[in-house]
Nanobody, 125 residues
């Protein structure tokens, strides 16, 4: 079992930056692919970014490409999402998720076995 806890969310103005963290307990993250998803009010959960087990490969949703960066520190058992140039449409609850495949960069939420509780990001205009 993996327990995931997100942190770093908050209320910021458009154009600002935030860094989200996702820390795991229960087992090491080093063999897991890790994804970030988000869900805005009244909308379905959507894929944001994914990183493979080693950190050597990443993939992003078009809506965040060039603004967001996913990274990981397997020693600290933590995955990060650096979010720059935030816009009001980025407002959502952000979730991290773990996929035991490790190598495949899935964008579908159903591929992920473990989820955190989410952290709220609100971007004001």
């Amino acid at each position: 079992q993996v327990q995931l806890v997100e942190s770093g969310g908050g209320l910021v103005q458009a154009g600002s930056s935030l860094r989200l963290s996702c820390t795991a307990s229960g087992r090491t993250l080093s063999s897991l692919a890790m994804g970030w998803f988000r869900q805005a009010p009244g909308k379905e959960r959507e894929f944001v970014a994914v990183i493979n087990w080693s950190g050597g490969r990443t993939y992003y949703a078009d809506s965040v490409k060039g603004r967001f960066t996913i990274s990981r520190d397997n020693v600290k058992n933590t995955v990060y999402l650096q979010m720059n140039s935030l816009q009001p449409e980025d407002t959502a609850v952000y979730y991290c998720a773990a996929d035991p495949s490790g190598s495949i960069l899935y964008t579908q939420s159903r591929r992920y076995d473990y989820w955190g509780q989410g952290t709220q990001v609100t971007v004001s205009s």
